[in-house]
């Protein structure tokens, strides 16, 4: 190749890596409860919470309304640097006594996905407080099922079972969210964060947003179904990595084509194509448990599996890449094992 034509590609290669790592993607923080005396595996302690909340006003992060939020990312209509959203699965009554006011004091929104049926239970919020927080500026509330149930079909449950029990949680729950709310928003979070490919086609059939609970930031090639959230329990939100998921890139491929996460072998495979800018040699992956593993690259796309089998029903494996100013493309791939019990 010419020197000079070289010269173009390399410019024509650093700008469009630059406008890569430049553009305005999402990161979506999930929580459950912000308490110190709830269950720790999801919780965040209310020290950890304010950190949380402060850090992303030190780094100048703008936190925006989820469906708008992941609207304008989608559709690559909101510029440059990071915004964030927060969300909240369960309305946990930590929610409307600690959250809520702490996020008032700094005007952030945020969204709260309600499981219908727990509302006014011991240790839930009561229509009451949902309707009043819901009354707030920048509340939005939203659907996480009628009864928190595991929605991937079961094995051996027929496919009419299967049909009747989804359709009744997803729609029960939208409607009694209408009764008691008059609109709830279009979005919906997958309780567990498990999802298979015929319950994202519910979801999509409804028009609705899925939000799943594997990390990462949403994108331009995000699928609208498995939309991506960091938990922020204490275990996975301390201060020390936060920087990095708050300022992570959605990694540059189509999410939708990847696998919906129910394995058919353990441990599973996953593959993905080998695009620009992401260098193989830059390429980290890590699997839950076991660590940074190996992977390969064969024709073009990157082939990752574990060295061990997993034991646990849900697992990820996770890989990462410089994208240049210090963050970092995240992909996150949440794996089910439906032959393992339910929570």
Not at 144 to 158: T, V, Y
Not at 238 to 247: A, D, E, P, T, W
Not at 303 to 323: D, G
């Amino acid at each position: 190749m010419p020197f000079n034509a070289f010269l173009k590609f390399s410019v024509l290669v650093a700008v469009m890596t630059t406008a890569i790592s430049a553009r305005a993607d999402l990161v979506v923080l999930q929580y459950h409860h912000v308490s110190d005396s709830t269950p720790p595996a999801t919780s965040t302690s209310v020290s950890l919470f304010e950190g949380q909340l402060d850090m992303i006003s030190d780094l100048q992060l703008e936190v925006v309304d989820l469906q708008k939020g992941t609207e304008r990312t989608l559709a690559g209509t909101d510029g440059q640097g990071n915004r964030i959203a927060i969300t909240f699965d369960d309305a946990y009554d930590s929610v409307y006594r600690t959250a809520a006011p702490l996020l008032a004091d700094k005007a952030y929104p945020y969204t709260i996905f309600v499981n219908t049926e727990a509302v006014g239970r011991n240790g839930y919020m009561t229509w009451d407080q949902i309707r009043e927080l819901a009354e707030r500026p920048g509340v939005t509330i939203a659907n996480h099922s009628a009864d928190h149930g595991h929605l991937a079909r079961k094995p051996n449950e027929s496919e009419s079972d299967w049909q009747a029990r989804v359709t009744n949680s997803l729609d029960s729950a939208q409607e009694a969210l209408a009764r008691k709310l008059d609109a709830p928003a279009p979005m919906f979070a997958y309780p567990y964060g498990e999802f298979d490919e015929a319950l994202e086609r519910k979801v999509a059939e409804r028009g609705w947003y899925g939000f799943g609970q594997q990390s990462g930031a949403i994108g331009q090639t995000t699928g609208k179904t498995r939309l991506p959230r960091f938990p922020m329990a204490n275990a996975y939100g301390q201060l020390g990595s936060l920087k990095n998921k708050l300022r992570s890139k959605a990694f540059p491929v189509d999410s939708g084509k990847l696998p919906d996460g129910v394995i058919s072998e353990n441990p599973p495979t996953l593959m993905f194509p080998l695009v620009d800018p992401i260098d193989a040699d830059r390429l980290t992956c890590f699997a839950s448990g076991q660590g940074r593993i190996d992977f390969d690259v064969i024709n073009g796309n990157v082939e990752v599996q574990a060295p061990e089998t997993f034991n646990s029903r849900r697992f990820r494996y996770n890989c990462t890449h410089p994208a240049g100013d210090g963050s970092f493309y995240w992909l996150s791939q949440q794996w089910l094992d439906l032959s393992k019990p339910e929570d």
